[in-house]
């Protein structure tokens, strides 16, 4: 049995994987590290900026078609809007404590700013306008110069989902030439790192998956922020691995695409998927293919949700959470019909894209068109605007070829992958598709289908180690 580790200044917290190793574990290794390229001839990993939902090629493409429909309606729609405003008052500043939950403090204020650095951010970044980067500065600085925690009992979901637009607000502002002094910068990674980061560190294993994916979505999003490989991968490897209700496959529970929450009501559960989504594009930014995974699950689980809240019948097996606590025997009609802005985005990557059918999610997407804003600090909304495409355009994103670009062949499968530098992130397969696991530089994974799962079946595959 391997244990599965992190470096102990970048990850607070250690996970355990239950390995199943075969005899003959060093003469294996010693045979694989003989046949495996050095790592030291590939370049080492770094982050796209910006690269928290909006490159720098995205924001080109939105700017290029401000005039044109229909990105043209969608840019009305967050001009409009009350948190885009240029007289919008910042209402932090005085809140040194945020809590969500009974009695709550503060959580108005900390949902309100959110979306106003987020919308403001993108406001500057399309119109030019530095009054919309004074407005997004003067909110980030009010939080970092004064939130010195956030507790309750819905703690990891303030600090998830705000943290998650406060995050993009930031990585828009520090790379767009705002004018963000390099102390206030210093100031908003102290606070994602020493604030936010110790709530979410953990996950929450203990609650509907919704709650996971947004403590996933925030972590991964302050990881590219901050620079820091550890916490995106430990994302990125929850998002495969996770043992609890958020991770993919415990999420959208099967191939027919029902979700762990489908049996609850329907808000949560387009909530569960937008926050999913929103993780798969911070990591498509950065090269991963989030949406690929499990033979494009995610993609199931929005066909199947806007299936039913189209008013279609659809299958339904009745489930039992990770928790054990959350029992449903059939599907809920709460909310149905009640649409949120989360289908732009992945109608657009999966259709536009990668040029795959996606029926029921593109119904959905030209009813909402154009996307607003969703309730509270949920999701980003906007995606008309945000995410609609030229054309059909197929990427290349870090996991293709015969290793993922910025990742170093460690062993083949079947043999031991031993982490001896880099970030400790191993990916596992082959051709482009790849299953991921965060390890630990100085551990050992073994390379095989029972450790990563198969991510494509009857083709011999190959660990390969972050550089």
Known sequence: MHLKTFPPLRILTSLIVALAICGGTMASEAATAATVPSPSTTVAATFVHPGVMHTADDLARIKAHLAQAPWSSGYVALKNDHYSSLTYQTRGGHCSKV??????????????????????????????????????IRILNAWSGTLKSIEGHDAPLAAGLNGFKFAAAAELIRYTNAGWSAHDIAAAEAMFRNVFYPVIKDFAPYANGNWDSGCMKAMMAIGVFNNDWGLFNRSLDYYYNGPSDGALTNYVINTLGETQESGRDQAHTQLGIGNLAEVAEVAWAQGFDLYAAHNNRLLAGFEYVASYNLGNNVPFVPTVDTTGKYRHNTISNLDRGAFRPIYEMVYNHYVLRKDLSAPYTRQVADHLRPEGRTPYADNTGFGTLLFTQDAIRLLTPRGTGSAPTGFAVCAKEGGICKISQGTGLVAYGAHGVWQYREVGVGHSIDCSNATFSDPLEGVVKTCSMQQ
Not at 106 to 131: G, H, K, V
């Open 99 to 136: 809590v969500r939950g009974t009695p709550s403090q503060c959580i108005n204020e900390f949902n309100d700013d959110a979306n106003a650095a987020y919308q403001q951010a993108l406001m500057w970044a399309l119109s030019d306008d530095p009054r919309y980067a004074t407005n997004a």
